[in-house]
């Protein structure tokens, strides 16, 4: 039987782990269960790095206090769960949301947090790390009435951020604006959010057709992921509304062969597609370390010489001479040569006017990029 003294023993070790973070500026909480003891870890510029909780309480208690704030069920230990939380810096006021996936593992139950941007986070394009030219593509997509635009790249590469950037800039009082997110990320004043829940019947599908009576203008959908999707958000940029979604491939080059294999005929992609850019985040160069051009115990970044992130990308705009490139016979190399012919910058070449900026390393950027060309 617990008692209050170590429920509050609970609710300060929980604590504990949360102010650290926070002011770590960490995006992720992970909380393992290892066999003999519990692992506190939080992913800061995209490394996780282990935390020091200087109040040790049992695993499953730690769990538990999670569930709760997350209105999970506590009993239940055998299926992953999903929820939502708040947390904070002072536990009275938690003024962050936060995602909550809890996973069964070998030796117990794993909790990662996603710590969710507040809705005061600068939304702007013009922080991204997007080159004039790319800046000048992106701004051009968007402001067409109608049409496809893609934000390309792996997970946790900041295309959500990008993606709410362009709403923020499109949500305006004479447009209608909706999204479809798998699930509701960031909350913004003014879009009609709709969170994806097949398990209560609201699947993709029912929903975009739902959505196409409401008068929209402007529909983010979370990400193409099958034809069926992709069918559907080609039908929508057809009819008059300007799409904006998100794919998970390689590159903007690869983004059009994926929609092709998807079964959206060339001719469909020509009257559609916009736009597609491609990202990365690569972290930044500390700017205390670098103007003093000392690492040791820099009050901003710790000694790594890093701080912060920012985007690499590379923008390529679906014009009809593209288009045709795309539609020609050539090889992916020649179509490639092609292409960067036209003006299009790819990643690798746009991350190199940030190592030679200093925003970046040239290390940095060959972690990131790995063996791209």
Not at 23 to 44: F, G, N, P
């Amino acid at each position: 039987m617990t008692t209050h003294n170590d429920d509050f023993t609970v609710i300060r070790a929980w604590q504990a782990i949360v102010t650290q973070a926070i002011q770590s500026r960490a995006s992720d909480i992970h909380v393992e269960a290892l066999k003999l003891k519990t692992v506190i870890r939080i992913r800061v510029d995209g490394v996780l790095q282990t935390l020091q909780v200087p109040i040790a309480v049992e695993h499953e208690r730690i769990i538990a206090r999670i569930k709760i704030l997350a209105r999970l069920d506590i009993a239940e230990q055998r299926i992953p769960q999903d929820g939502r939380l708040s947390v904070g810096l002072n536990y009275t006021r938690p003024d962050i949301d936060c995602r909550v996936s809890i996973l069964p593992t070998l030796h117990g139950e794993k909790a990662v947090l996603r710590l969710l941007p507040p809705p005061s986070t600068a939304l702007d394009l013009g922080l991204l790390g997007l080159h004039a030219q790319q800046l000048a593509h992106f701004t051009d997509a968007i402001a067409q009435p109608d049409g496809l635009i893609l934000v390309t790249g792996p997970t946790s590469s900041g295309k959500t951020r990008t993606l709410y950037s362009c709403l923020s800039q499109l949500n305006t009082s004479g447009r209608n604006v909706c999204t479809i997110e798998d699930p509701i990320e960031i909350r913004l004043a003014g879009v009609n959010q709709i969170a994806y829940h097949p398990k209560a019947g609201l699947d993709f599908n029912s929903i975009i057709r739902a959505l196409l009576r409401q008068d929209p203008d402007i529909i983010m959908i979370g990400e193409i992921r099958d034809t069926a999707t992709a069918e559907l958000a080609m039908q929508a940029a057809q009819t008059g509304h300007l799409v904006l979604s998100t794919l998970h491939t390689r590159g903007a080059l690869a983004s059009v062969q994926r929609l092709r294999s998807l079964g959206i005929a060339s001719d469909v992609l020509r009257a559609c597609l916009r736009c597609i850019s491609s990202q990365r985040l690569a972290r930044q160069i500390c700017s205390v370390c670098h103007a003093e051009d000392s690492r040791d115990d820099c009050p901003l970044c710790g000694g790594t010489g890093l701080f912060d992130r920012i985007g690499i990308h590379e923008v390529l705009p679906f014009t009809n001479a593209i288009a045709n490139a795309f539609e020609s016979t050539l090889t992916t190399a020649d179509l490639s040569k092609q292409i960067q012919r036209s003006g299009f910058q790819d990643m690798r070449s746009a991350g190199m006017v940030h190592v030679a900026n200093r925003r970046i390393t040239l290390a940095e950027l060959n972690a990131q990029l790995g063996s791209w060309h």
